[in-house]
T-cell receptor
Framework: GAVVSQHPSRVICKSGTSVKIECRSL??????MFWYRQFPKQSLMLMAT?????????EQGVEKDKFLINHASLTLSTLTVTSAHPEDSSFYIC????????????FGSGTQLSVL | RKEVEQDPGPFNVPEGATVAFNCTYS??????FFWYRQDCRKEPKLLMS???SGNEDGRFTAQLNRASQYISLLIRDSKLSDSATYLC???????????FGAGTILRVKS
């Protein structure tokens, strides 16, 4: 089946630093990628949707200048948490779909971000 | 009202028990529905899609009631390995965007 590779799996960083998370589709071309955030005991919340070669669409309440998303190729999307603060500590996970309208999503394994 | 609502549980059941989860969704125009399973700090994994006619996959049965806007998941003969969080997921009409419920925790004990 389709595989989405996400790394790093865990990041511990100091407050004020920026963290980049990568999400790669290994055996298919991902025209659309989604980024989610999950706080403990809460549901996955969609942060943004990115389509290859265009700007990401952010969900209400998600700061686009803080969470920079780049989807420069059909196999790679990155999420950069800029100037991370302790409240940004969360589980971040990406997913990819093979084509627009494809309902089946393939998830990365997630990144646990801890900001000290 | 949340777009997708689930009873958070936890449901604590013995091995072999039958357990049912329900989920309600707010958007009557929602197009497709899924149950995902998520283990602690892991990615969600698709358990099954949910169809209007109901569908079964081994010990798992999913039902959709469009009129009442709820989805159910029935697990028969529970195994220890079924312990996880079960996520009700709805694809809203506006694009390929999945909305996740907060999940229902299942703990199967011997």
């Amino acid at each position: 089946g389709a595989v989405v590779s996400q790394h790093p799996s865990r990041v511990i960083c100091k407050s004020g630093t920026s963290v980049k998370i990568e999400c790669r589709s290994l055996d298919f071309q991902a025209t659309t990628m989604f980024w989610y955030r999950q706080f403990p005991k809460q549901s996955l919340m969609l942060m943004a949707t990115s389509n290859e070669g265009s700007k990401a669409t952010y969900e209400q309440g998600v700061e686009k200048d803080k969470f920079l998303i780049n989807h420069a190729s059909l196999t790679l999307s990155t999420l950069t948490v800029t100037s991370a603060h302790p409240e940004d500590s969360s589980f971040y996970i990406c997913s990819a779909s093979a084509r627009t309208g494809e309902e089946k999503l393939f998830f990365g394994s997630g990144t646990q971000l801890s900001v000290l | 009202r949340k777009e997708v609502e689930q009873d958070p549980g936890p449901f604590n059941v013995p091995e072999g028990a039958t357990v049912a989860f329900n989920c309600t969704y707010s958007n009557s125009a929602s197009q497709s529905f899924f149950w995902y399973r998520q283990d602690c700090r892991k990615e969600p994994k698709l358990l099954m899609s949910v169809y209007s006619s109901g569908n079964e996959d081994g010990r798992f049965t999913a039902q959709l009631n469009r009129a009442s806007q709820y989805i159910s998941l029935l697990i028969r003969d529970s195994k220890l390995s079924d312990s996880a969080t079960y996520l009700c997921v709805v694809n809203m009409e506006y694009g390929n965007k999945l909305v996740f419920g907060a999940g229902t925790i299942l703990r199967v004990k011997s």
